[in-house]
């Protein structure tokens, strides 16, 4: 490993860890856009140096955010779609983007339940009826 290859896998932790942790989410509906998984994409232009960043901090901000052991391997599925935005730059680095949301959806959507108990159907139709701000428990409030 090349010190600039080093270089570019600390930025790309820091850029996920500090725009996790310390930016606020932006939300659209139903759903958060974490600040951090912006520079999903340039993983097809920075290599593998970006890929092992990009899951060393989402590694680093589950440790501050995650209530749930199980959401600590939501870094390993990250890492999974990475990969595929990775090595598909060749061909499309769109297709590995889509790839990535679908693999981290998947995940997502399964951890639902076990974390915030929201039943995956809810999470599935979460934009219809979103989940109530001031309810402590996180539930899925069912649609009328």
Not at 31 to 52: C, D, H, R, S
Not at 54 to 73: D, H, K, R, V, Y
Not at 116 to 142: A, E, M, N, T
């Amino acid at each position: 490993m090349k010190l600039g290859d080093f270089g570019v896998f600390v930025i790309f932790a820091a850029i996920y860890a500090a725009g996790t942790l310390g930016l606020p989410k932006l939300a659209l509906l139903a759903y958060q856009v974490k600040v951090g998984e912006i520079p999903t994409a340039f993983a097809a232009i920075f290599g593998m140096p970006a890929v092992l960043g990009l899951t060393l901090g989402q590694f680093i901000a589950n440790l501050g955010m995650e209530a749930s052991p199980l959401a600590s391997l939501t870094p390993i599925f990250s890492f999974i779609g990475l990969l595929f935005v990775y090595y598909s730059r060749k061909f499309s680095t769109l297709a590995g983007c889509v790839a990535y949301i679908l693999i981290t959806s998947a995940w997502l959507t399964y951890l639902l339940l076990p974390v915030s108990q929201v039943p995956v159907g809810g999470g599935i139709f979460s934009p219809r009826r979103p989940i109530h701000r001031r309810d402590r428990r996180l539930r899925w409030i069912p649609s009328d």
